[in-house]
């Protein structure tokens, strides 16, 4: 597996804006449901959106209507546009290029990145 890369974290004041990406590669990414998750210090690894191959998405409460997740399947990329950010959202925002649905929910089995921290402050 190939361990994709993210960026576009940074400190930004509550109500900002941040756009994550998210580079990976592999011959199965095109068909592959699509996933950012965050760790917040002291705290588990959350889906806070995921997208199918065709493009429906799904997104967690807590970021419903702020949150915009989207892909590119020609250049293999994955994005995440954040909007009115507020503190809570601080955390470690990783994408995972292999999402699953299991009878609990949905699970990662894709390999991790290592990253990239968004910090939401005034």
């Known amino acids: 597996q190939v361990q994709p890369v993210e960026s576009g974290g940074g400190a930004v004041q509550p109500g900002g804006s941040l756009r994550l990406s998210c580079a990976a590669s592999?011959?199965?990414?095109?068909?592959?449901?699509m996933g950012w998750y965050r760790q917040a210090p002291g705290k588990q690894r959350d889906l806070v959106a995921r997208?199918?191959?065709?493009?429906?998405?799904n997104y967690a409460d807590s970021v419903k209507g702020r949150f915009t997740i989207s892909r590119d399947n020609a250049k293999n990329m994955v994005y995440l546009q954040m909007n009115n950010l507020k503190p809570e959202d601080t955390a470690v925002y990783y994408c995972?290029?292999?999402?699953?649905?299991?009878?609990?929910?949905?699970?990662?089995?894709?390999?991790w990145g290592q990253g990239t921290q968004v910090t939401v402050s005034s």
């Open positions: 997208i199918t191959s065709g493009g429906s998405a």
């Open positions: 592999g011959s199965i990414f095109s068909i592959n449901v």
């Open positions: 995972n290029t292999d999402v699953r649905r299991i009878t609990s929910g949905w699970r990662a089995f894709g390999s």
